[in-house]
Every structure is written in C-alpha cells, then in structure tokens.
C-alpha cells in the first residue's frame, strides 16, 4: 500500500541533466535569488553593501527586478508596502552590521502592521561568528540578537546548502497568520564561494493555515444571535485576511453596527448604514461601544490608538478573532478565539442566526452626528477642507500612504479609505518617514495607478533622498507635504503640557526646488488650490511634489475626560 507521504516527484530527464551540470559561475548569492524566484518572489528591495555583494551581483544574472533605495530604512518601508499591497513575501536585500541595524525602524512597523517582508542580510565571515572579536567590518558580537524582538523568526545560515531551506522556512513564516517580517542571515564567504549546488527551482513554502475552533465559534454564534445590542470592532486583521466581504455579510446578518480602527480602514463600507465609520479618538464612540451586550473585536488587540487611548472599558461580554496569539486578551477579557479573521467569519456566518433590529440604523446616524457636531464647535473647518480636497482628489482605487502628521491623524478617523488595503499608515508602531518610501513600494507592485504619499514638513526631511530613487524608476507617486515649519503635533503637545514647545521648530528647505532638482515637478499650492493642484498631479505620469505650507490643528481629545 502506498501512502501519500511516500510519493516522491522523480525529476524528468532534463532536470537531471540540468542539476548534474549546473552552469559555471554561480556563487552563494545566485542560490539566495533562485530560491527568491522559486518561491515566486518578483521584485526585491534593498541596499547594496561590501559583505552582500555576492547576492547583488547574483541579481544581474536573475530575472528579478530590483528597486534600490537609498537608506536602508527606507528600503524596509518600501517592502512593508509591497508586502500590504501584493500579499507577498517582499524581500529586502541588506548588508552588515549599519546596514542591517539601519533597516530596525522599518522592520519594528512591519512587525506592528503584520506586514509580510522577507530580510536577507549578509554577516561577516563565517569564521567571525560566535561573538568572537575579530575586527572585521561591519561586525557586530550577535547581529541576530538586535533582531529577535522584532522580527517572526530569525534564520541564520552557515553553509550553502542551508540557504534554500532556510529561505523558505522564512518565506513560510512571514506569510503565516499573522503575517510579519523575518530575518535571514548569510555569511559573506558563503555567498561568494563558487557554488556546484544544481539550480534552485520550484520551492514549497506554502503557509499554514489557522482556522478556528469549532466549539468556540459556536459559544461565539450563540452569544451573537442572541444579543440585544451587538456590535463590531474591525481592525487590520480584516483587511490582510481579505476578510471585508464576510464581515460585510456578518454585520448585515445580525443588524450589528461596525467600527474599524486605523489598521482597518476600509473593512467596512464607510458609507454603509451600519457604519460607525473610523471615529475611534471620540467618547461617543466609545460609550457607544461600551454599550454593546456583546462586542465582537476581528483582527484587532485594541491597543492604545483603538481602545481611545485605554479608556474604553467594555461593559458586555467580548469575543475577540484575532491571528496574533500575544494579543489575544492581552488587553481585556474575553472570549478569545486565536484565528485568521477570514477563516473565523466564515464559520461566524455558517452558524449565527439572522437577527432583526430596525433600530440599529438609527442609532448609527445619532453616533455619527453626535461626532459631527462635536467637531464643529472647534473652528476647525481649514483641517476638514484640506481632508476633503484630498479625498477627491485621489482617484478612487488609488492607494494612500500617510506619515505621523496632523492631516494623517485626521485621516485615521475621518478619511474614507473607499475600498480595503488602500489607505495605510505608519500607526503601527509611529515612526516617522515612512509615507514617501512606503508610497514607492506600493508604486513598484502597481505602477499603473498613482499613488498618494503624505508628509508632514519633519517627516518628509527623513525620505528627501527616496526622490532621487522615484526618479529613476520613474514610479507614479505624488508626495503632498504639509509644511507647517516644524514637528506639529509634538508642538501641540508640548504646549498643552508645558505652555510652549522647545525642540520642535525646524529650517527647512524649499522643498518645491529641491524636487525639481531631481527631476520631479514641484507646485507650491494652497488649501483653495489644493483639489485642482493635487488631481493634476496624480494624473500626469512618474513622480510629482505638492508642497502646501498650513498649519494644521487637531480637534481635541476625549481621553482627557473633556468633550
């Protein structure tokens, strides 16, 4: 009797011919690269540097594309939003010791948005590892070690038949739930040894899947189809679970009104009656959420930004999806369900019963207007135009990526992101300089839409130099910097705390001339010209800069214990 786990394919003749004499020339990298292709990696990101050469020069003689930047952190940021855009492992190509620890910024954010990057770094020598110290370049006494509380997994390499497997089992972490970066290492003598290994084809990394238990989504079911005021937080595990239609068919079939956090924007249809829109970083929202008999949470930890800043303290019994086995009641009690979002909607929507509540509609649009007029009391019109001249002038399947700035925060809880996975940004873990980089990594797995970056005048100083790279790709992005002369919202801050702000006014350039120096077409605009400046951008081909000098403000918090 034969079993499944005894059948082995057999190589054709020509493969056989084909290993027994592989082609001359190869080395270490050349093994890193067809192993990339084979697992069916397109495009890479990176940096070259003197210990990785062996993988860049490997590149020339593969049929991967590779888009260089031009700091290695920003390469990171690049990749993460290959990564959000595509669903694929994005690899990042990165050399020793400052490059490597030069890429931690961006691999932090990846980790906080479950953003699927593939790392491969070079290392000294092999001769150098074990944490002598040997003075080599670049060395560094465990370099794993800077990256272990970051990334998924680490992978360190130390022979060239351990690269393709090695490779792989990063690729197969990366893209299992939850989905995050992860780190590979090769020793620099490895990579550039002459290889007689045969060619790597077609390797098997598919992820693993986690669905739910059975017995607790019925506990769930029950709880849902028998509630009297349900509700739902959708967070960033709906989107990258492609979860958003089933949870759409959810929330219609037990009449539950949702929320999406920041990571989520666009689970939900903004616009849907059932839609409490994103409005998060509000007390009314959260009473309203506090009020529900049974809270269903979906890909979210609700941490700090969800959880309106740890004061949403639920009163109902909450059931909580989510991939992420650390966040999983990390934050409050309940009935934990450690499960990818799609799997564990769809089990959702085969056992809840269909639940009637005509005034669940009403309730929204009493929510959202209660909202509405909290906003308008704060003279805040300037803030609310500059969002709506962005939103109409992005076209509607065009990707968002937004850095720490005040337009940003007000995105997160008023922009309507139109679709799931268009809208992103650096809230994950809130760094700055990641909207311009990110922007031309989402541009590099699409470029036949544009692409919007935004920029506060302090963030767009960390990516200047990505303009050069968006030049000589000639990728489809538009950068809107919002130039108000400094660091704006740690500005607001300082003053609400100390009455006056130190550290955080800036010199800056003129950012219009200095992206013509470039080669990229620069506007001067303003808020009445903004729509018409912005949608001319975005329409013309390759890369553009839109500087709007305003100074934005930001309606004020309900955490305080004020309205």
């Not at 949470?297 to 930004?305: D, M, N, P, R």
């Not at 702000?501 to 990229?520: I, Q």
């Amino acid at each position: 009797m034969t079993h499944d786990h005894d059948l082995v394919l057999r190589p054709t003749e020509a493969q056989t011919a084909a290993a027994l004499n592989p082609p001359a020339g190869r080395n270490g990298g050349d093994l890193v690269v067809e192993t990339l292709a084979g697992l069916g990696a397109t495009t890479v990101f990176g940096l070259p540097g003197q210990h990785a050469l062996g993988m860049f020069d490997a590149l020339r003689r593969s049929s991967l594309r590779y888009v260089g930047l031009r700091v290695e952190n920003n390469a990171g940021f690049a990749a993460d939003a290959y990564g959000r855009i595509t669903g694929e492992a994005a690899p990042l190509l990165l050399s020793t010791g400052p490059g490597a620890l030069t890429s931690l910024a961006a691999l932090h954010e990846a980790a906080s948005a479950s953003a699927p990057v593939l790392a491969i770094s070079s290392q000294i020598p092999t001769a150098g590892l074990g944490g002598g110290r040997h003075g080599y370049l670049h060395e560094l006494p465990d370099q794993a070690a800077s990256f272990r509380g970051v990334v998924k997994s680490v992978h360190t390499v130390r022979t060239q038949s351990q690269i393709p497997s090695a490779i792989a089992a990063a690729w197969q972490s990366a893209l299992t739930a939850p989905h995050g970066p992860v780190w590979v290492e090769i020793p620099q003598d490895v990579l550039l040894a002459e290889t007689s290994l045969p060619v790597v084809t077609a390797v098997d990394a598919t992820p693993g899947e986690l669905p739910p238990r059975p017995e607790l989504t019925a506990v769930a079911a029950d709880l849902l189809s028998r509630a009297a005021r349900p509700a739902v937080i959708a967070g960033g595990g709906v989107v990258r679970a492609d979860a958003s239609g089933k949870l759409r068919q959810l929330a219609e079939t037990l009449n539950a009104p949702v929320v999406t956090t920041y990571g989520g924007k666009g689970a939900f249809p903004w616009h849907h009656p059932l839609s409490l829109q994103s409005w998060l970083e509000d007390r009314h929202t959260t009473d309203f959420l506090e009020d529900a008999d049974v809270l269903l949470v979906v890909g979210s930890g609700l941490g700090e930004l969800s959880s309106n800043y740890h004061t949403f303290k639920p009163r109902g019994r909450v059931i909580q999806i989510e991939a992420d086995l650390g966040k999983l009641e990390s934050n409050h009690p309940a009935l934990g369900i450690h499960a990818d979002a799609r799997l564990a909607l769809q089990a959702l929507l085969e056992t809840v019963s269909e639940r009637e509540d005509p005034t669940a509609p009403e309730r929204v649009r009493t929510l959202l207007a209660q909202v509405s007029d909290r906003i308008a009391v704060q003279e805040l019109t300037l803030e609310q135009e500059v969002l709506a001249s962005v939103r109409r002038a992005l076209p509607a399947g065009s990707p968002s990526f937004w850095d720490m700035t005040i337009l940003a925060y007000w995105a997160w809880s008023a922009f309507d992101a139109h679709a799931p996975n268009l809208m992103h940004s650096a809230q994950g873990a809130g760094g700055l300089g990641y909207g311009f980089p990110a922007a031309l990594g989402a541009a590099a797995a699409d470029p036949s839409r544009p692409v919007l970056a935004v920029s506060g005048d302090g963030g767009a100083l960390y990516s200047i130099a990505e303009l050069a790279t968006a030049r000589q790709h000639d990728l489809p992005v538009t950068w809107l910097i919002v130039d108000d002369g400094g660091y704006g919202i740690l500005r607001e801050y300082m003053t609400d705390a100390f009455g006056e702000p130190t550290a955080t006014e800036l010199t800056r350039p003129d950012y219009v001339a200095l992206a013509e120096s470039f080669g990229v077409p620069g506007i001067r605009t303003s808020p009445e010209t903004l729509e018409t400046d912005l949608a001319k951008a975005l329409a013309e081909p390759g890369p553009s800069v839109v500087v709007l000098p305003a100074l934005l403000k930001m309606f004020a918090p309900t955490h305080l214990g004020s309205d």
